[in-house]
Structures are given as structure tokens and as C-alpha cells.
């Protein structure tokens, strides 16, 4: 199993080559992309846990890419640059880089601070959990779900919904949030759709859907997964 | 007392190959444009819900008419539906209801709690369309309004 699905984005073919070769060795799957835009369509179409991104690129650059990227997504961004001023790093960061290396850099320390970046995620997102609530369990790894000795059958769009609303529990989610995040940037107006799948996902997983007792309405927020403490 | 209505025609689509659908959608006809685009909206819904789809066409038989002999032919009525489907690129099933009252129909033929699709246009005053989806939410069934756009072709 990989360790984890990395986007490189740098205009510089030779670093995106070496970057490639590294993460590969240390088990990542990589993808790339040569500017700030290919990025954002990499991001928004693929299922990736992190974005190493090149600060000076033509066109859009770095901190753009970045907050770009930042506007619709909770992936991890590590930033490279030859700047090494403490204006460029604040700036990165603000931006929304969880780190930052300057180059030239060497190997361990851009993998160490890789993944410190992937603990730092929220660990669903790197699908290695398996969530219990009283007897239904999701297993994020092979992506099904049980109540009580049943398994449940979702779709994959169901299962992606479900997921990230138990990688959030007990926070009020906004419709608009979800939607993007589920569904894409491109999404955030369709509420009636999201009720459709919410009441689906409710009438497969709730033992009394009228009456939910894990996926909660937030009245004109969104919806929240109510996850007791003692669920693991 | 309900009121009389005709199911004069239906066409369905082909069966799954894979186990049987778990939502039926069901897109109520408003005019032809309105409704390709409500269609469409209904297959994006449907391919994250593994869900079929139902396009239901209450067509109303003025009273000098008898319910049975509306002024098109339910025949020619099918035939522009089954091009609108094939032009919207869904596979739908069609239902064709001859009857009076549009709203009643719909409330008689629509299975508890459905999920209904309707294509709606942009207006300052309730429209069809804006008033049947309040007579169907009022009923608890779920309506999505879809805003579509002027053909300009």
C-alpha cells in the first residue's frame, strides 16, 4: 500500500524527475505538474494527501497556486523556494503552506518534514482508520461499512460524504463546505442535492432515519456527525 | 376523492445488470427545454445514488374533452418524449398520465417521500412549476428545482 498520494508541481523538469525518483523510493505514489494551473486541475480531479510546490514558477505562481489551492482544499502544501527570507516564509505560510524548505535542500529533511505534514492530517484522510460508533463500523481502507453484522451498501459518492463528515465529527458542517469538498470547487449551490444523499445516507445507516442520531441538521448551517467520546 | 386520471402510456427503461436501483428520481415534464435540463440534472444526481430515473408527463384533458381523447395524441406526445430523452443522453422511464388536475395526479402516482425534479425558470412571481413544488413538499415529498436556462439555440 502506498504511503501516501503526492502532487509535485515545479516548472523545472530535473527537480520534478529527482522528486519523483525520491518519493517513489520511500513508497509515495507521485503525480506532477508543471504550473499553478495543471496543479489546480490535478487537485480538484485526483485524490492526493499533499502538494510540493514550487514557489517561483511563470504564469501563476507559487503563493497563488497556494492559496488556490488552500480556498478548497485541507491538503498539505510544503513549499520550496530558493528565497529564504523571512518575509517569503511568512508570507508562504500565510498563504497556506503547512511548511516550508528552502533549496538546496537534501533528501531526509524534505521526506522528515513530508511526513510531518501527512501526521498532521486528520487520519481519515490518509485512509488507515476504522471508525466505531456504537455497532457500525466504517473501515476507510477498504471503504464499507457495517451495522451490526451487515454490511451496508453505498456508493462511492455516499462513502465519500460519509467520510468526511466523520473525519469532522461533531462540528457543524456548512452545506457549502461539503459540497466542495465532496463534490468539487465547482459545487456549493446544489443544498437539495446534498439533502438527497444526506437522506439516503440516513435511511441506510440510521435505525430510525426520521429521527437521526448520528447525522444531525444544523438548521440553515449544514449538517453535523455526531460522534460520542467513547467511539473510536 | 381523487381525481380521475389515465395512465395512457409508459415506456420503460432497460433493466440494471447490476443489483436493482435504490432511489427511483422522477423528473415531472413543465415544457420541453425546462425539462432536458431537469433531466440532466436528474442523471447527475442519479450517478452518485445509483438511482433510476422516471419522467412523469401528467398531461391535462381540457373538461369539453373526454379524459381519453386529449387534444394531441398521447402516441405523438410519446414520441417527442422518448427524442427529449434520447436528446438529454438519459435513460428515463416514461410515464404518460392523461387527467384534469396536474397537482392531484402527481400526488396519486408518486410513491411516499419521492424524490422529484423539476426545471424551473428564474421569475419574480411563483411560477408552475415553483407552485407544484410547494404542493409536493407539502406532501413531503423532496423537490429539487432546477434553474435552467434559456435555449437560445
Avoid at chain 2, 381540457?62 to 414520441?79: I, S
Avoid at chain 2, 428564474?122 to 407539502?138: D, G, N, Q, V, Y
Wanted: aromatic share 6%; charged share 25%; proline share 7%.
Amino acid at each position: 500500500m502506498s504511503s501516501g498520494r503526492i502532487l509535485v508541481v515545479d516548472d523545472d523538469p530535473q527537480i520534478r524527475r529527482v522528486l519523483r525518483t525520491t518519493l517513489i523510493a520511500q513508497g509515495y505514489e507521485v503525480v506532477d505538474a508543471r504550473s499553478g494551473d495543471e496543479a489546480l486541475e490535478r487537485v480538484r480531479s485526483e485524490k492526493l494527501d499533499l502538494v510540493i510546490l514550487d514557489m517561483n514558477m511563470p504564469g501563476m505562481n507559487g503563493i497563488e497556486t497556494c492559496r488556490s489551492i488552500r480556498s478548497n482544499s485541507d491538503i498539505a502544501i510544503v513549499m520550496l523556494t530558493v528565497r529564504d527570507s523571512e518575509a517569503d516564509k511568512v508570507e508562504a505560510l500565510d498563504a497556506g503552506a503547512d511548511d516550508y524548505v528552502t533549496k538546496p535542500f537534501g533528501s531526509p529533511e524534505l521526506l522528515a518534514r513530508i511526513r510531518a505534514a501527512l501526521r498532521r492530517l486528520p487520519q481519515v484522510a490518509t485512509g488507515l482508520q476504522t471508525v466505531r460508533v456504537d455497532d457500525m463500523e466504517i473501515n476507510f481502507t477498504t471503504r464499507r461499512v457495517t451495522v451490526g453484522s451487515k454490511e451496508i451498501r453505498l456508493t462511492p459518492k455516499e462513502f465519500d460524504l460519509l467520510q468526511y463528515m466523520v473525519s469532522h465529527p461533531n462540528l457543524p458542517l456548512p452545506h457549502t463546505k461539503l459540497l466542495q469538498s465532496v463534490w468539487g470547487p465547482d459545487y456549493g449551490d446544489e443544498v437539495e442535492y446534498l439533502r438527497v444523499f444526506v437522506n439516503q445516507l440516513r435511511k441506510k445507516i440510521e435505525k430510525n432515519p426520521s429521527s437521526p442520531k448520528y447525522l444531525i441538521t444544523e438548521p440553515w448551517i449544514g449538517y453535523r456527525f455526531q460522534l460520542r467520546q467513547d467511539s473510536k | 376523492m381523487g381525481s380521475a386520471f389515465i395512465p395512457a402510456y409508459q415506456v420503460l427503461a432497460p433493466p440494471h445488470t447490476e443489483p436493482g436501483p435504490e432511489l427511483h428520481i422522477t423528473v415531472v415534464f413543465t415544457n420541453f427545454d425546462d425539462t432536458k435540463q431537469a433531466l440532466q440534472a436528474a442523471a447527475n444526481l442519479a450517478s452518485g445514488l445509483r438511482a433510476d430515473i422516471d419522467l412523469v408527463v401528467p398531461e391535462v384533458v381540457p373538461y369539453p374533452l373526454p379524459l381519453v381523447r386529449p387534444a394531441v395524441p398521447p402516441g405523438f406526445t410519446l414520441r417527442r418524449l422518448m427524442n427529449l430523452a434520447r436528446e438529454a443522453d438519459v435513460q428515463a422511464s416514461i410515464y404518460v398520465y392523461l387527467c384534469r388536475d396536474q397537482v392531484q395526479t402527481l400526488l396519486q402516482v408518486l410513491q411516499r417521500q419521492s424524490v422529484v425534479v423539476l426545471g424551473r425558470r428564474k421569475r419574480w412571481f411563483p411560477t408552475k412549476p415553483m407552485l407544484l413544488a410547494r404542493a409536493l413538499r407539502k406532501r413531503g415529498h423532496q423537490v429539487i428545482l432546477v434553474k435552467c436556462r434559456k435555449n437560445l439555440m
